[in-house]
T-cell receptor, first 111, second 112 residues
Framework: AQSVAQPEDQVNVAEGNPLTVKCTYS??????LFWYVQYPNRGLQFLLK??????LVKGSYGFEAEFNKSQTSFHLKKPSALVSDSALYFC?????????FGSGTQLTVLP | ETGVTQSPTHLIKTRGQQVTLRCSSQ?????VSWYQQALGQGPQFIFQ???????GRGNFPPRFSGLQFPNYSSELNVNALELDDSALYLC???????????FGQGTRLTVV
């Protein structure tokens, strides 16, 4: 069975500093990997995906993620954090049709 | 904003009652999935509908059921509500073969 782990419940970073939100996964076969963001009282918003090809994936709002097959990781990154990036971030894997999500990481960017 | 809309946005039900949640998929999408997000947790897959047929189901009891209509909109029905059914219910639409799904804003269900 597939699974996703987000080891940090909370990440705090100062505005302007780089940010990383960690994700590791377990799935048989080639993974489809995703990052979604959730603002308070809202649904999930798609940020980026890895299907195949270049290990560095660029997405919306300046976010990017690095796929590392040997470490089974798919960490979300941004070179310079904004206060408006503060939200709940979910990593997900899609083995077939449905998404399996991690438990989420609350990102707080401090002004 | 995605083109996925859910109704109602909030509702309160009593334990033992039944509830129907609705979802209109994004134009051009023929696949709808439903997820339950309990407070402080990630979304959990309930089931998926493709061309009006259930196409996969997560670890949820049979009192969770659904429908998909010819226009690809969908309903989630929950019978015999329990307190633990209190959650945000999310609908996601996609086209078969597409990789990413687009989510609605969710329905917040509170069971008292």
């Amino acid at each position: 069975a597939q699974s996703v782990a987000q080891p940090e419940d909370q990440v705090n970073v100062a505005e302007g500093n780089p940010l990383t939100v960690k994700c590791t996964y377990s799935v048989s076969g080639n993974p489809y990997l995703f990052w979604y963001v959730q603002y308070p009282n809202r649904g999930l918003q798609f940020l980026l995906k890895y299907i195949t090809g270049d290990n560095l994936v660029k997405g919306s709002y300046g976010f990017e993620a690095e796929f590392n097959k040997s470490q089974t990781s798919f960490h979300l990154k941004k070179p310079s954090a904004l206060v408006s990036d503060s939200a709940l971030y979910f990593c997900a894997v899609r083995p077939l049709w449905e998404l399996t999500f991690g438990s989420g990481t609350q990102l707080t960017v401090l002004p | 904003e995605t083109g996925v809309t859910q109704s109602p946005t909030h509702l309160i039900k009593t334990r033992g009652q039944q509830v129907t949640l609705r979802c209109s998929s994004q134009s051009g999408h023929n696949t709808v999935s439903w997820y339950q997000q309990a407070l402080g947790q990630g979304p959990q897959f309930i089931f998926q509908y493709y061309r009006e047929e259930e196409n996969g189901r997560g670890n949820f009891p049979p009192r969770f059921s659904g429908l998909q209509f010819p226009n690809y909109s969908s309903e989630l029905n929950v019978n015999a509500l329990e307190l633990d059914d209190s959650a945000l219910y999310l609908c996601a639409s996609s086209s078969r073969g597409d990789t990413e799904a687009f989510f609605g804003q969710g329905t917040r269900l509170t069971v008292v």
